[in-house]
């Protein structure tokens, strides 16, 4: 089973998301991702696809473990709270926007 989630990580140089996305390579689980410079210049996004341990078992809740997984990368609080609200409502979270304030974000490069 695959787990498909973003981040939004505020507030990052390029440097800081250099350590980030090589820690995020070494984890043996991660099977995919892809990461661009957010619309505003001043963080970026991150696609990531994770394979979900087995011994999880059938009573695994799949939204709670990417709000958790989300929560221990550090992505956005106000983004994540916002996502509780959506989840409560059954409406659709994880969102990333292409263009804010007029900005466009960069383009995706893969990093796995």
């Known amino acids: 089973?695959?787990?498909?989630?973003?981040?939004?990580?505020?507030?990052?140089?390029?440097?800081?998301?250099?350590?980030?996305?090589?820690?995020l390579m070494k984890r043996k689980?991660?099977?995919?991702g892809a990461?661009?410079?957010s619309s505003g210049k001043t963080g970026y996004h991150v696609k990531i696809e994770y394979v979900v341990?087995?011994?999880?078992?059938?009573?695994?809740?799949m939204k709670?473990?990417?709000l958790g997984m989300r929560y221990a990368l550090g992505d956005c609080l106000?983004?994540?709270?916002a996502d509780v609200s959506r989840m409560a409502q059954g409406m659709g979270t994880d969102r990333l926007f292409y263009r804010?304030?007029?900005?466009?974000?960069?383009?995706w490069k893969d990093f796995k």
């Open 1 to 23: 089973m695959k787990a498909k989630f973003a981040l939004d990580i505020d507030n990052a140089d390029s440097e800081e998301m250099a350590h980030f996305l090589a820690f």
């Open 29 to 32: 689980r991660l099977k995919k």
């Open 35 to 37: 990461v661009r410079v």
């Open 53 to 61: 341990p087995k011994y999880f078992g059938k009573h695994f809740d």
């Open 64 to 66: 709670a473990f990417k």
């Open 78 to 81: 106000g983004r994540m709270k």
């Open 100 to 107: 804010k304030d007029g900005k466009n974000a960069g383009k």
